[in-house]
């Protein structure tokens, strides 16, 4: 399995160990391990414990880093979540010092360190699998939401005061493809959701652009129909089921592509491009690069990967527009598909 997904010599030199969950018992030694499973099969519960794989996880997982005494407090915002008691949350590993509920801090903005907002901690939530712990304090390592600065944006530094430089961060790809949202004005309107006004709407898209980092809804106060600009198909169908799911009535637009002018040369117009990689067997490969290529899609590499062949094509994003169901059939389910955005050209 390692090796089909190209994994580097060092990820496929790891420590084997044999464990049993349901038993509670973990070793290294074949030996040990038929002792726990003749036990097992009498009727009788294995003397072993899960301390090996503790310990294996101790000394073969680096330690976080960052220094917690004596180092100024920052953190680089992940992420955004809506509490509708708090507020705006900003979610982050802490990169160095300690931060404690009431302390003075500021935001940071990405790129140009200038200071968007002054604020204090009004609750820090430690995070501990899918539960949030309430804590008075935490440090280095620790990922954790903070609430106290409602301007916080994915990519912003929240830091100390006597901090005035923002941490490196990986930019948020722009969107590359909008529909446009409006009330439901077909002759069955208000038979199946509750949800039915353009108000109602547009508060809902507004409280999905405050956390979803790759959204964006252009609205202009006029008229009741507002864009709203994604990253792909995939990501507007999700929000649009969600919507459906939550009883909102509405109708949308085909995506179209967003364009932009050359900052060099304004009558230049500019087109998103792709980079997209696929997965398939063999004899789906030449149909899959027929297809590609008849979207303008250019082949940049072909690779073999155990049964499976990998390509990898640069393509217009407007060559990706319906093309997913047409993979799927060509593919017979079999293949997967990533694309990612690459640049304006």
């Given at each position: 399995?390692?090796?089909?997904?190209?994994?580097?010599?060092?990820?496929?030199?790891?420590?084997?160990?044999?464990?049993s969950a349901k038993e509670g018992w973990c070793s290294k030694d074949l030996d040990q391990v038929?002792?726990?499973?003749?036990?097992?099969?009498?009727?009788?519960?294995?003397?072993?414990?899960?301390?090996?794989?503790?310990?294996?996880?101790?000394?073969?997982?680096?330690?976080p880093k960052g220094e917690r005494a004596g180092a100024p407090f920052s953190m680089l915002v992940t992420q955004l979540e809506a509490n509708p008691y708090l507020g705006k949350c900003a979610l982050g590993r802490i990169t160095s010092g300690t931060v404690r509920v009431g302390d003075r801090i500021r935001v940071l903005e990405p790129g140009t360190s200038n200071v968007k907002e002054d604020g204090k901690v009004t609750k820090l939530f430690l995070r501990s699998g899918v539960q949030q712990i309430e804590m008075a304090q935490a440090g280095a390592g620790d990922v954790v939401a903070i609430s106290g600065v409602p301007s916080v944006s994915v990519n912003s530094t929240i830091a100390g005061p006597d901090v005035s430089q923002a941490l490196e961060f990986i930019p948020v790809d722009p969107p590359t493809i909008s529909v446009t949202f409006s009330v439901n004005d077909s002759p069955l309107a208000g038979r199946e959701g509750s949800q039915l006004t353009s108000g109602m709407i547009r508060d809902r898209l507004r409280r999905e652009a405050e956390i979803n980092v790759a959204l964006q809804v252009v609205d202009d106060g006029k008229s009741e129909a507002m864009e709203v600009?994604?990253?792909?198909?995939?990501?507007?169908?999700?929000?649009?089921?969600?919507?459906?799911?939550?009883?909102?009535?509405?109708?949308?637009?085909?995506?179209?592509?967003?364009?932009?002018?050359?900052?060099?040369?304004?009558?230049?117009?500019?087109?998103?491009?792709?980079?997209?990689?696929?997965?398939?067997?063999?004899?789906?490969?030449?149909?899959?690069?027929?297809?590609l290529t008849k979207r303008k899609g250019e082949l940049k590499n072909f690779s073999d990967l155990a049964d499976k062949a990998r390509m990898v094509f640069h393509i217009p994003t407007r060559g990706l527009l319906g093309y997913a169901s047409e993979f799927k059939n060509d593919t017979h389910g079999t293949g997967v598909m990533n694309h990612a955005f690459l640049r304006y050209d």
């Open positions: 399995l390692f090796m089909a997904l190209g994994a580097s010599d060092e990820q496929t030199t790891y420590e084997l160990m044999y464990a038929a002792t726990y499973v003749d036990a097992a099969s009498k009727g009788q519960k294995a003397s072993g414990t899960m301390s090996p794989l503790l310990d294996a996880i101790i000394a073969n997982v680096p330690p600009r994604g990253r792909g198909e995939l990501q507007l169908s999700v929000l649009i089921e969600t919507m459906r799911r939550e009883g909102f009535e509405l109708s949308v637009t085909p995506p179209r592509v967003l364009f932009k002018k050359s900052p060099e040369n304004p009558r230049q117009i500019l087109e998103p491009f792709e980079e997209i990689t696929i997965d398939v067997d063999h004899e789906s490969s030449g149909v899959v690069i027929e297809k």
